[in-house]
């Protein structure tokens, strides 16, 4: 079965700096799709970037950037010149290629230091 | 214009009564969910219709009861309400996965407290 694990519970940064949250995966499919959502404190999760496995670049928007490496099932999301809207529940998701299901990561509660 | 919306937003209750939650997408998609989210910020995925036809139905008690009258609705009714329903219920929606990243899009969740 796959799994999901964020291995940081809370993570912190000062504004305007640089955070990297990570996410690694299990799975013996070739092909799935990767995700991070945002759950800012007014609750509603929002899709901060996606990543399909067949795609070797990695996939940014904006300041969001991941470190995809599919050898070593990693899938790292890299925030840059943090703002003080970035303070959410970050959620790492996979699903394989033909089910309908996610399966999520615990999360990770990131901070942000004015 | 709401994309997935839920209603209502916040729901407290006793315990032992029955409430429903309405889930109700306007973007087209084929497939449904009903996600628990507990204290600890874990999400757990209820149930999942994809064109009113349950293909999702995890280990929850048969308390819970999801109804989908069409595509666009996806209700959860609950019976006989324990303090640990306690929780916020999210609704969300997608594209079948054929095709298609599969990626979600959620309403902004009802909270739920059983006192």
């Known amino acids: 079965a796959q799994t999901v694990t964020q291995s940081q519970p809370e993570m912190s940064v000062q504004e305007a700096e640089t955070v990297t949250l990570s996410c690694t995966y299990d799975?013996?499919?070739?092909?799935?799709?990767l995700f991070w959502y945002k759950q800012p404190p007014s609750r509603q999760m929002i899709l901060v970037i996606r990543q399909e496995a067949y795609k070797q670049q990695n996939a940014t928007e904006n300041r969001f950037s991941v470190n995809f490496q599919k050898a070593a099932k990693s899938f790292s999301l890299k925030i840059s010149d943090s703002q003080l809207g970035d303070a959410a529940m970050y959620f790492c998701?996979?699903?394989?290629?033909?089910?309908?299901?996610?399966?999520w990561g615990a999360g990770t509660k990131l901070i942000i230091k004015p | 214009d709401t994309a997935v919306s839920q209603t209502p937003k916040y729901l407290v209750t006793q315990m032992g009564n029955d409430k429903s939650i309405k889930c109700e997408q306007n973007l087209g998609h084929d497939t449904m969910y009903w996600y628990k989210q507990d204290s600890k910020k874990f999400l757990k995925i209820m149930f999942s219709?994809?064109?009113?036809?349950?293909?999702i139905n995890e280990t929850v008690p048969n308390r819970f009861s999801p109804k989908s009258p069409d595509k666009a609705h996806l209700n959860l009714h609950i019976n006989s309400l324990e303090l640990g329903d306690s929780a916020v219920y999210f609704c969300?929606?997608?594209?079948?996965?054929?095709?298609?990243?599969?990626?979600?899009?959620f309403g902004e969740g009802s909270r739920l407290t059983v006192l």
């Open positions: 969300a929606s997608s594209f079948v996965p054929v095709g298609s990243t599969g990626e979600l899009f």
């Open positions: 998701a996979y699903r394989g290629g033909s089910n309908y299901q996610l399966i």
């Open positions: 219709y994809n064109n009113k036809e349950l293909i």
């Open positions: 799975t013996s499919e070739s092909d799935y799709y």
